[in-house]
């Protein structure tokens, strides 16, 4: 059987059937293009009519801008213009002032230079109290921008014999007084001049803006009071201590340091060296009073050398009258034991003396290095801009170097005058000792003949 045209119809077959699928693969894919162009068309139709629509909205508002502008720059060019006219009008005006005020520009010059300076002055002075009748004139005269007028010219000249007058014035009035406790009272005062106003309290510092006053901190010893000027008011002779300065000697006179505040200052080394002082200045006290009372006894046992008291001479002589049967040699050494004793006992708390009087002036040198220490960091901390900050340990440096001299130089004059009255006294003693010594000697020589011993054993 021939199997060839059989199979050559099937593959005839296969290759149509092929041709026909892709034929429909291809038609496919060209609608779905089409589909797609389509849709692309579709938007890019949209995206183009918003396009537009933004394009003539900036359009619109160009031309809004650009009429604007326009309108801007006409009323800048109107502006200009006026500013223009303006500048010219006023170098004009100016011209024409300038040459109808002639001299009068000077003298308004000197008017307004002369009213600022006595307005400072009315704004400090205690004139204000009694007499500021035409301040509000000067102020005018101040603030003015035109010439000033006759009457406030005149109100100028009057203000400034006002003034003058008030100077030499001793007047009584009534002022508002501000207490320690906040409160305001109406209390009488003084006015002495421009110089200062008195009250009960002394001066008191007068504030022209509130139109009241305050007490002075510290007021100076014998100040004056509403007594002292109502006497020198009715032309008694009467001294009043017044300040030149109107306050601001009394200000710093506040600011003066006490000797609290200055003690303060020396803060703990200053402290210790008061404690060795007063420590010094006791035992100092105390050993005086008894090296006193025991010179006092050896006057009254040196009239009476026969019966021995309960002093130095007299325990001295006590033991003479014990030991005088021994040997002149073991007598000496006796009484010489005895005003060694007695020295012990008068030199007693000399040497703690002594000792804090040397140590005084080094606790004031310690005093001056720590406050030099303090300070050189305050100047690392703060810098030496202001010397308020400094104070602190300057203070305290130069306090304690004045505390510890003031304390050495008591306290070893005390120790020198101490001193010498114990080798005073001891210098009695040895020499009423020697003497006994002495008359035990010859009374032995007398009583044992040449060549025999001197004395005998007891």
Not at 135 to 153: E, F, G, N
Not at 163 to 187: C, H, R, Y
Not at 206 to 224: C, E, F, H, M, V
Not at 302 to 331: H, I, S
Request: charged share 20%; net charge neutral.
């Amino acid at each position: 059987m021939n199997l060839k045209p059989f199979a050559a119809l099937i593959c005839m077959a296969s290759i149509s059937f092929s041709a026909f699928s892709a034929s429909d693969t291809t038609a496919q894919l060209v609608n779905k293009a089409k589909m797609e162009s389509r849709a692309q068309a579709s938007h890019n139709l949209v995206r183009e009519a918003d396009f537009k629509k933004t394009e003539q909205e900036l359009k619109a508002l160009k031309a809004q801008l650009e009429a604007k502008r326009t309108s801007i720059q006409n009323a800048t060019d109107v502006l200009t213009q006026t500013f223009s006219d303006n500048e010219n009008k006023l170098a004009r005006l100016e011209e024409k002032l300038r040459l109808e005020t002639g001299s009068l520009g000077e003298l308004f010059g000197v008017v307004r230079q002369n009213a600022k300076e006595l307005g400072a002055e009315l704004s400090t002075t205690v004139n204000s109290v009694d007499r500021a009748e035409h301040t509000a004139t000067v102020t005018q005269i101040m603030d003015a921008k035109s010439l000033p007028s006759m009457p406030q010219l005149t109100g100028l000249w009057m203000s400034m014999v006002e003034q003058i007058k008030a100077s030499t014035e001793l007047s009584k009035t009534q002022i508002a007084f501000i207490n320690g406790e906040g409160n305001t009272q109406t209390v009488d005062a003084y006015r002495l001049g421009s110089i200062g106003l008195v009250t009960d309290q002394g001066y008191v510092n007068w504030n022209t803006q509130r139109q009241d006053a305050i007490a002075y901190l510290k007021q100076p010893s014998n100040g004056p009071a509403l007594a002292s000027l109502s006497a020198l008011a009715n032309g008694e002779v009467s001294n009043v201590v017044v300040d030149p300065s109107r306050g601001r000697m009394l200000e710093q006179l506040a600011l003066e340091p006490s000797l609290t505040d200055r003690l303060q200052a020396g803060g703990v080394v200053g402290k210790v060296i008061i404690g060795f002082l007063v420590i010094g200045l006791i035992i100092a006290l105390v050993r005086g009073i008894s090296l006193a009372i025991a010179r006092q006894k050896i006057r009254a046992q040196l009239k009476a050398p026969d019966q021995a008291g309960d002093n130095p001479l007299g325990r001295v002589l006590a033991v003479y009258n014990k030991e005088q049967n021994r040997t002149v040699e073991a007598l000496e050494l006796r009484l010489l034991e005895a005003v060694v004793d007695e020295q012990t006992h008068l030199e007693k708390g000399l040497s703690m003396l002594k000792l804090l009087a040397a140590l005084a002036p080094m606790l004031g040198l310690l005093g001056t290095v720590t406050g030099m220490i303090e300070t050189f960091q305050v100047i690392t901390q703060f810098g030496n801009g202001d010397p308020k900050v400094m104070a602190g340990g300057i203070s305290m440096a130069l306090v304690t170097t004045v505390l510890g001299l003031v304390a050495a130089m008591p306290l070893l004059f005390a120790h020198n005058i101490l001193s010498t009255q114990a080798e005073n006294i001891r210098n009695i003693l040895e020499k009423q000792g020697i003497g006994l010594v002495a008359d035990q000697a010859e009374k032995r020589a007398e009583s044992n003949p040449v060549g025999s011993p001197v004395g005998t054993v007891a």
